[in-house]
């Protein structure tokens, strides 16, 4: 009887407990919630500001200076965060005391498409250019389909991550039929063929630079080709 007894105490307990929630979330639905710039965190590449970021849901009228918290729908502010072409991720948050909060990471540039009005991201994503941006990732002239975004992009990554392939490329290129790199300390350039398998090839390329470089013979090249299985291609001057 006894037990029966605390059991009903706890369920009372619980269910007042659920009350007070629920009524709390209903009364902190009509506080209004003073919102402004310094809402909004960002992990940022200074492609976009936080305050234009606030503008945008402000003429999108998904945000007032001062709006009623139970008017505010996070799905549809995130939604139009993420059409701001330099946005990767957004998080949107009201806290119990219904302070609103919006944490956003922009897309990373990892390649400069320099034939295009863009970068692409680490993602394969395109980035609109901004002009007079000065950023430190490597260059890619030519023609490229959308098609290869993705791998041209995870290249790219891979070279950044690489600290003999960072210093060593200069940058990167294609014509109608082959990818290509430049490297920095000679004359010759390099074919990659399509991207299909580059970690692979610029491995082999690595392993022929390091059996050459304390020799005369890579400035006499003026091509490589890594478009070949288990062997590198070299074309003399």
Do not use: C, W
């Not at 990892?110 to 980035?127: A, C």
């Amino acid at each position: 009887m006894k037990i029966k007894f605390i059991h009903i105490i706890f369920t009372i307990f619980i269910s007042l407990k659920i009350l007070a929630v629920v009524y709390t979330n209903y009364i902190n639905g009509f506080n209004i919630s003073s919102i402004s710039s310094s809402n909004i965190s960002s992990d940022s590449n200074n492609f976009i500001s936080n305050d234009s970021i606030f503008n945008i849901l402000i003429s999108s009228k998904l945000l007032s200076d001062s709006t009623f918290v139970k008017s505010i729908d996070l799905n549809k502010i995130e939604s139009k965060v993420l059409e701001i072409p330099y946005i990767d991720k957004v998080s949107s948050s009201i806290d119990i005391q219904s302070n609103f909060s919006l944490e956003i990471t922009e897309k990373k540039p990892i390649i400069d498409l320099r034939d295009n009005d863009f970068y692409l991201s680490d993602k394969g994503e395109t980035i609109p250019r901004i002009e007079n941006k000065k950023l430190e990732i490597k260059s890619f002239f030519g023609k490229i389909d959308s098609i290869d975004f993705y791998e041209l992009a995870s290249l790219a990554k891979y070279i950044n991550n690489d600290n003999f392939f960072v210093e060593h490329i200069k940058y990167i290129y294609a014509d109608s039929t082959s990818f290509y790199f430049s490297v920095n300390d000679y004359k010759y350039q390099v074919k990659l063929g399509n991207l299909n398998q580059f970690e692979n090839k610029l491995k082999k390329y690595k392993g022929f630079y390091a059996a050459k470089v304390n020799t005369d013979l890579l400035k006499n090249f003026n091509k490589l080709d890594l478009n070949f299985n288990n062997q590198v291609i070299a074309q003399k001057k």
